[in-house]
C-alpha cells in the first residue's frame, strides 16, 4: 500500500507570495494533521482534520489555512509568506482514535527568498 | 502544557556501541509515547512505541520502556550500526488528542 504522499517535494516562493501543500494520506486514514519542521528541530503542530472539520490547531497565524476534501486528501495553504515561513512541512495521517500512530510523508521543503 | 526534553546531540559512537538517548516529558494524565526516526532528505518513520506504564516498545533491536515514575522514555539498542545514522524524535501523544508533540531531536552519527 502506498505511504502518506506530499507534493510537492520542493517549493521556493519569494517573501509575499502564497502556496498550496498537498496531501494524500493513507488508504482508509480519514485523519490528516500538518506539521511544520523548521531546520534543526522537532516538528510542530499545525492542523489537524477528520472528516473535513479541522479538530485542532496550533500556535500558527492566520495566515495558515488547511481543509480536507472527501477523500481525505488535504492542503495546507500560507498567505503572505514570511522568511520565517522557510521550513519543511510534514503531513501524517492516522485511523481516528486516541493512541493512534501517524504515519508520515516525505514532507515539502519550502524555502522562501 | 505538555513537553519533551531530548538529550542534546549529536551523538557520535562506533558500530555495535550501546546507545542511549534520554527523553522525559511533561503531560497531565497519562500520554502515550513514541520514538520518530528521520533518515536524510526524508519524512518521520514511526520506530516504536507505548501506550501505557511499564510498557516495552521495541522495533529492530531499539528498546523503550514508558516509566510514569521517572517521566522517562529513553531509546536503547545494545549494537548500532551505520545505517542506524539519522535524526531520532521522541513524542507524545495525549490521551484523547491527536496533537503529537515532539522533541527537538538527536543526531545519531555512527561509523564502520
Known amino acids: 500500500d502506498a505511504g502518506v504522499t506530499q507534493s510537492p517535494t520542493h517549493l521556493i516562493k519569494t517573501r509575499g507570495q502564497q502556496v498550496t501543500l498537498r496531501c494524500s494520506p493513507i488508504s482508509g486514514h480519514k485523519s490528516v494533521s500538518w506539521y511544520q519542521q523548521v531546520l534543526g528541530q522537532g516538528p510542530q503542530f499545525i492542523f489537524q482534520?477528520?472528516?473535513?472539520?479541522?479538530?485542532g490547531r496550533g500556535n500558527f497565524p492566520d495566515r495558515f489555512s488547511a481543509r480536507q476534501f472527501p477523500n481525505y486528501s488535504s492542503e495546507l495553504n500560507v498567505n503572505a509568506l514570511l522568511l520565517g515561513d522557510s521550513a519543511l512541512y510534514l503531513c501524517a495521517s492516522s485511523l481516528r482514535g486516541s493512541n493512534q500512530p501517524q504515519h508520515f510523508g516525505d514532507g515539502t521543503r519550502l524555502s522562501i527568498l | 502544557g505538555n513537553s519533551v526534553t531530548q538529550m542534546e546531540g549529536p551523538v557520535t559512537l562506533s558500530e555495535e556501541a550501546f546507545l542511549t538517548i534520554n527523553c522525559t516529558y511533561t503531560a497531565t494524565g497519562y500520554p502515550s509515547l513514541f520514538w520518530y526516526v528521520q533518515y536524510p532528505g526524508e519524512g518521520l518513520q514511526l520506530l516504536l512505541k507505548?501506550?501505557?506504564?511499564?510498557d516495552k516498545g521495541s522495533n529492530k533491536g531499539f528498546e523503550a520502556t514508558y516509566r510514569k515514575e521517572t517521566t522517562s522514555f529513553h531509546l536503547e539498542k545494545g549494537s548500532v550500526q551505520v545505517s542506524d545514522s539519522a535524526v531520532y524524535f521522541c513524542?507524545?501523544?495525549?490521551?484523547?488528542?491527536?496533537?503529537?508533540?515532539f522533541g527537538k531531536g538527536t543526531k545519531l552519527t555512527v561509523n564502520p
Open positions: 507505548a501506550t501505557k506504564a511499564d
Open positions: 513524542a507524545l501523544l495525549q490521551g484523547g488528542s491527536e496533537k503529537l508533540v
Open positions: 482534520y477528520y472528516e473535513k472539520e479541522e479538530r
